[in-house]
Nanobody
Framework: QVSLVESGGGSVQAGGSLRLSCEPIGHFYSASCLGWFRHAPGKERETVAVVYPGTTNTYYADSVRGRFTISRVRGTESLSLQMNNLAPEDTATYLC??????????????????WGQGTLVTVSS
């Protein structure tokens, strides 16, 4: 069984930056995809970014493309999300997700095998 532990959330002013990290705990061969979701009060959960190990493919939500960068620590399954030029609308709890299923996209709940507890990001104007 795999669990995910996020860190790096906090409070920042608009225009600032934060870097989130996600550490998988548990033994597994390789993930098909790893990514970040976010959930803000009163809003639907949003897939922020996804990376596909073994490929150069990534996915970014339109709302974060050009400002956020998802990356993996080389040779590990650890994941990070560099968030630049943050805006108040980026305020949310950010959750790390992972799928071990071949061909998974990490874009749908039923694709996922593990969720983190989340880390809160608050951006003030």
């Amino acid at each position: 069984q795999v669990s995910l532990v996020e860190s790096g959330g906090g409070s920042v002013q608009a225009g600032g930056s934060l870097r989130l990290s996600c550490e998988p705990i548990g033994h597994f061969y390789s993930a098909s995809c790893l990514g970040w979701f976010r959930h803000a009060p009163g809003k639907e959960r949003e897939t922020v970014a996804v990376v596909y190990p073994g490929t150069t493919n990534t996915y970014y939500a339109d709302s974060v493309r050009g400002r956020f960068t998802i990356s993996r620590v080389r040779g590990t399954e650890s994941l990070s999300l560099q968030m630049n030029n943050l805006a108040p609308e980026d305020t949310a709890t950010y959750l790390c997700v992972l799928s071990l299923r071949p061909g998974a996209t990490c874009l749908k709940d039923n694709d996922l095998d593990a969720w983190g507890q989340g880390t809160l990001v608050t951006v003030s104007s």
